[in-house]
């Protein structure tokens, strides 16, 4: 996978989620959530967040276990299209990727964060978001 969340600034501590034996998932992925607790990489936009994994999981490893953070500064990609204005709630765009969230995403659980800095209209521009809010 591209474009993994880097984190800058650990607010929490990660917990524990529940994944398929035969995921791969790389350390820095968004992370959408399905119940009960389940999380897998994140594929669309406005996934329902559930985290970002906080270590690597190798598929058919025999864990059915990952941490992801719930709380943090991280490094996350904008995908291509509108421009990010700080302070603005962000929600995924497609696998790893970020977009300003829509009101709904918010009321439905599905914001990542708030933007810590702009981001213009230019694809893959990286910026800094508190995951989890304020």
């Known amino acids: 996978m591209a474009n993994e969340a880097t984190l800058k600034v650990k607010l929490d501590e990660a917990i524990d989620f529940t994944v398929a034996d035969g995921a791969g998932i790389e350390k820095g992925t968004i992370l959408e959530l399905t119940d009960p607790r389940t999380a897998a990489a994140n594929n669309g936009s406005g996934d329902v967040f559930a985290g970002i994994a906080a270590r690597e999981k190798i598929a058919d490893d025999g864990r059915t276990r990952l941490s992801g953070f719930r709380r943090g500064i991280f490094d996350l ?3 291509s299209g509108g421009a ?3 302070g603005q709630w962000v929600s995924t765009s497609g696998a790893n990727l970020i977009k300003t969230a829509t009101e709904a995403e918010i009321a439905a659980g599905k914001g990542v964060g708030i933007a810590l800095e702009d981001a213009a209209v230019a694809t893959s521009e990286v910026i800094e978001v508190l995951v ?3």
């Open 77 to 79: 990609t904008k995908a």
């Open 84 to 86: 990010i204005t700080t």
């Open 132 to 134: 989890g809010g304020c």
